[in-house]
């Protein structure tokens, strides 16, 4: 009876359990529509900037641009975007291993690594090439309420830093995202600007008549062009952790119902041999009463 008062016990525990992460799972669902829109929308409007850069850009000479110019990478700055938050499978341990493997690539005495999501603050935090050069501290709290004006002064803060020669590389690290179960993990250089690969087959020989000159465009252009690309990012991140979270409490949903089936399977078998047990022992005792 011990033993099948655990397993009721064990039942009711996993059915809590499950009860839960099918809530969690819902609400991921409810949350990754809304982020999934919100990226979906922003991507054409993202590449539609660099576009325009590339064009611009490509019949002037850029080199004076502190943004374009490439030099010396002696100092690198790894914006890390992971989630506040855990369950959500590998989301947050994919980028994590992956700004290790870049800073071993890099050496920690060339690496700054500045967290965004408390789960990057909590491992990063440890190093020595935490974040430091008065750079924002408390960027969890961009995933409470984000969006394009709150991403803004921090964006502003990294282009200050590269442009006065604190960092010469700048690179992101977080999951792209593509579908609810799939997110692609990604280093992308933030600056200097890469240019397009396709920049020539973009551009024709076209004379365009600029108003103000091309150089007043592109001084205008990247800055803006770079919100829109952390920005976009950030919207990246946010959608593939609910999508990875909808996906984990799904699966846990699953094996959470596939463990009551057996064990109430074994509950079963166990109240069974309980009962043939107890009819064996009062036959038993009924044939030594006869005889």
Known sequence: MDNLKEIRTRISSVNSTMQITSAMKMVSAAKLKRAQNAVVQMRPYAEKMQEILANVSSSIDTADNPFIREREEKNTLIVALTSNRGLCGGFNNNVIKQVKKLVAELGESNVTVL???KKANDVFKK??????????ENNASLWDDLSFENIVPLTEVLMEKYSDGTFDKILVVYNSFKNAAVQ???????????????????????????EPSQEEIITDLIPNSLKVSFYKAMLDSLASEHGARMTAMHKAT????????????TYNKARQAAITNEILEIVGGAEALNG
């Not at 551009?203 to 365009?208: A, I, K, L, M, P």
């Open 127 to 136: 190093h020595s090439y935490i974040a430091g050069n008065n750079l924002p």
């Open 115 to 117: 967290p965004v999501g």
């Open 254 to 265: 699953d094996n959470a119902s596939e463990l009551i089936k057996d064990l109430k399977l």
């Open 184 to 210: 692609l993990l990604m280093s992308e250089q933030l600056l200097p600007i890469v240019k397009s690969e396709n920049e020539e087959k973009s551009t024709d020989n076209t004379d365009y008549i600029f």
